[in-house]
Structure formats: C-alpha cells, structure tokens
C-alpha cells in the first residue's frame, strides 16, 4: 500500500489556529457507515447519538509543559524538547538548533532548571540529557515550561494570552496522567457537562492511560507504509476499566473510543492478551487497512493529516474511500482542521 494513496490536499485557512469558544461548539461530522450517509452536527448533539448501548473510553493522560528555552554560556538559545524520562533525571529530548550542542553542553533553562547533553542517539535527532533540578518536576515544568503545541499552530512565544489560552484548551477536562507531549485532541471538546449528560442516559465512561509521544507529529516517510515503524508509546489500562468493557462487551454494547490514542491501546492490549486485562505495557501497534479491529467498534477522532499514520487508522475503521468522500465534504463545508479543529464521530 503507497503512502501516496493517502494524500489530500487541504487549504491552509483551514487549520484551525485557535479552539473554538467552547468545547462543546466544535462541529462533528457523523458517519453513517451503515447508511453511508455522511450528516454535519455539532459536538454537543453526541448526547443524542449515545445511549445505554454505548459505552466509552477516553485517554485520561495529561499534557506536560515539555517545551524548554534556555541557553549556553555563550548566551546561544537553545531550545529542549522534552519527550520522556528514561531513568534518574535522564531525559530524552530533542535539542534545536542541535548543531549548536555536543556531549558536555550545559543549558541553563532557570534558576530552577538546567540539563548537560550526554549523547545523541540514533533515532531522528533525539538526544539524552541529564536534568538538574530539587523538587517536583512537574511543578517546575508548569512554572517555566511551554505546551508543545504542533507545527501548525503558529505561536509567539511572547504572546501572554495565547500561551494562557493553550495551557487550558490545550488539556481534557478529565486529564489526570502527567506524561504526554501531545494532547489526545478528540477528547476536547468533551466538557464535565456533556460527560454528566452521557452518564445520566446510561452511558458507562472508562478511562486508559497511553502518553502521546513525538511520533504522532513525525510523517511517515517511506512511499510503502509497511516500512513504516511506530515511534513506542507507554500506556495504561486499569483492572476497574477492563472490567467495565468486558462485562459490557459481553451484554452485546457497542465500545466507542475517543481518539486514536485510545484505540491503540485498547487494540494493542488485545493483540496482546485475545482480550482486554489490566495491563501497563508498550505500543508500536500500526493501524492501517485492511485491520481488522477486535475491542474498539466505533470512534469520535479530529480530522488528521494528510498521509499521517492517523489517517491510515480512520481509514481502517470507516473504509479508505468513504475517510476520503467524508474529508472531501468537510473542506466543502470549511471544517478547522487538526488539533484545534472540529471532530468526526464514526458511528
């Protein structure tokens, strides 16, 4: 299968630099595979879609201010890209510009802050470094980190309100899991509200844990997707919450993941066991078709890019051609795009 295959074009004013006013008022295209109609709503109609039926599944993982800026002793900036922590404040990172580093290089972030370049590694231009701080890490990185928002979301660094406005929107409402250093954005345009609505028809709401890692940025860049590697992503899932798709499965209820983050580790976890089980483990799983999926029956995902490993997974779920008739429609109808646009709700 060619990554070519997979390619659209989308116009530029369509990646949706800002959320929307609410959560809740981003719109949703609705799928109807069964039908194969496509029909235009908007996020807070999912009340209406899901019932005792349903049962759903959201990535509680939360967005780390992984976004450094610091400088040598020569006063060079330097930007630390934080990705995860190895071991005893061994970090991997990326460095930018990193042909300004070497193993040694001290980088001063804050007072607080500071890491020594120990050596690259061979994966893309990733770096381990050692961090030198007292305390809590992560109350450092939320006094003196920036959310790590994507490529094409344009930001000043020095814009005070935007940066305010991303540390809120840029994070679920239900995230608890410090780890990730992208945000599994179909979960939001959840808002407590909506999520009381959905329990009080009688949908059951279960949570996983999968940290989103630099990957899910990276494009794929071999024209034959099966050379294509998964960047390893840790995730989570809690004996409470596979109870609760298990029993459920059993009584014949439909599982509805929010986001691609969710699906992988629900799929990765089956490849795993032939069921879902508590589990902590590792996943490179590649969705793309013809998968044929085993926990995971419908999704609620944001448009994705072109020729990206998300799209690939879409596909697998709703069928190549029907992704491609739908995304046509939503640049028809101007939807936002990516991160911060609106969503999809395959049902």
């Not at 002793?73 to 300004?100: M, Q, Y």
């Not at 890692?213 to 840790?234: A, Q, W, Y």
């Not at 999704?299 to 990206?308: C, Q, V």
Request: proline fraction near 4%; hydrophobic fraction near 40%.
């Amino acid at each position: 299968m060619l990554l070519s295959e997979f390619d659209y074009t989308l116009p530029e004013e369509l990646i949706a630099q800002r959320p929307s006013d609410k959560r809740e008022n981003s719109r949703m295209m609705v799928l109807d595979r069964e039908n194969h109609r496509i029909l235009n709503k908007h996020f807070y109609d999912i009340v209406d879609l899901l019932d005792e039926n349903h049962i759903l599944i959201l990535n509680d993982t939360k967005v780390i201010p992984a976004r450094l800026f610091g400088y040598k002793d020569t006063g060079a900036k330097i930007e630390v890209f934080l990705l995860k922590e190895k071991e005893n404040k061994i970090w991997e990172v990326l460095i930018r510009p990193s042909k300004r580093v070497r193993p040694g290089t001290v980088i001063k972030i804050s007072d607080d802050l500071s890491c020594e370049v120990k050596m690259p590694l061979p994966d893309d231009g990733k770096w381990l470094v050692q961090m030198f701080y007292e305390g809590d890490i992560f109350e450092i990185l939320h006094k003196v980190g920036n959310i790590p928002l994507p490529p094409y979301i344009e930001r000043k660094m020095t814009n005070e309100e935007l940066k305010k406005l991303d540390f809120e929107r840029y994070q679920t409402v239900y995230a608890k899991k410090e780890g990730s250093v992208a945000a599994p954005t179909a979960g939001l345009h959840f808002t407590e509200e909506i999520l009381e609505k959905l329990r009080n028809k009688g949908v059951q709401i279960g949570y996983v844990t999968l940290n989103v890692g630099i990957g899910t940025f990276r494009p794929v860049k071999c024209d034959n997707i099966l050379e294509h590697h998964m960047d390893s992503e840790t995730f989570e899932i809690k004996q409470e919450t596979a109870d609760l798709i298990n029993k459920a499965k059993s009584e014949g209820k439909k599982l509805v993941a929010v986001g691609t983050t969710t699906v992988r580790t629900l799929e990765s976890a089956y490849k795993m066991f032939g069921e879902i089980k508590a589990c902590r483990g590792a996943s490179e799983l590649f969705i793309y078709p013809p998968y044929e999926f085993k926990a995971v029956d419908k999704l609620i995902t944001n448009f994705h890019l072109p020729k990206s490993t998300l799209l690939m997974l879409v596909s697998a779920l709703a069928g190549k051609d029907f992704i491609f008739e739908a995304y046509e429609e939503a640049i028809r109808e101007k939807y936002r795009f990516y991160s911060y646009g609106d969503c999809m709700f395959i049902n």
